[in-house]
């Protein structure tokens, strides 16, 4: 079974030693805990610190604040997610591009939708533009997954309008995906958005010679 991924861009120093990784799964994992069963308004660092059975100090050691321990809880979920992702690009090279993204996108949806709840809650206390922020990191993640589909499918593929509509469709993707996330419309499902998503790709997506974006 593999470990849970650690949340580098949250962290203000990377553990090295199991014990001290640990240590930041635990705070993560009280997190959640706090969160889950008191809010925002009871989450501040020394109550994750005690839920999680570590010091204050041994807290701010590793996350500069109580905003960066909330950005580790999302960052983890979404390497996760990642791991789902690259699985599903790594055994897939000769699927079309539309059963490729509706298989990522449903991927990615399934492993998030357990943390809608503590998205509405980071999201109200955390910016979300911001270059740290959740968007950006999404945004890496599933701009490189993009870009790599593109240079290694066979029969080479591209975006229409190159980096411009890269940027459109993925930025899109993410504003759309976590603000369903976090708000859960009875009136749009999983599968629906899904399918919106890959419609978006077919007005975008062109045939061409392989080349980097």
């Known amino acids: 079974m593999l470990e ?5 861009a949250s962290l203000s120093k990377i553990p090295r030693q199991k014990r001290a990784i640990a240590t930041v799964h635990s705070i993560l994992d009280a997190g959640i805990r706090v969160l889950e069963h008191e809010g925002i308004e009871g989450f501040t660092s020394n109550r994750v610190a005690e839920v999680a059975g570590v010091s204050p100090g041994s807290l701010y050691q590793y996350f500069a ?7 580790g809880i999302v960052e983890r979920g979404v390497l996760s997610a990642e791991r789902q ?9 000769d699927l079309p591009p539309s059963t490729l993204v509706r298989q990522i996108a449903s991927a990615l949806l399934m ?4 943390y809608g709840a503590l998205l509405a809650e980071i999201l109200t206390a955390t910016p979300v533009l911001s270059g740290t922020g959740l968007a950006a990191l999404l945004e890496t993640r599933l701009g490189d ?10 029969i080479g593929y591209g975006i229409r309008g190159g980096r411009a509509g890269l940027y459109v469709m993925v930025n899109g993707a993410i504003f759309v995906g976590l603000k369903w996330l976090s708000e859960r419309p009875a009136f749009v499902s999983r599968e629906e958005l899904v399918e919106c998503f ?7 997506l062109v045939v061409r010679p392989p080349a980097a974006l």
């Open 145 to 154: 997954a993009v870009r790599d589909f593109l240079l290694a499918h066979p």
């Open 111 to 114: 492993s998030l939708e357990p």
């Open 198 to 204: 890959v419609a978006q790709l077919d007005t975008l």
């Open 4 to 8: 849970d991924p650690l949340p580098r």
């Open 85 to 93: 992702i690259r699985a599903v690009t790594l055994s897939a090279v």
């Open 65 to 71: 604040n109580k905003e960066m321990v909330m950005a």
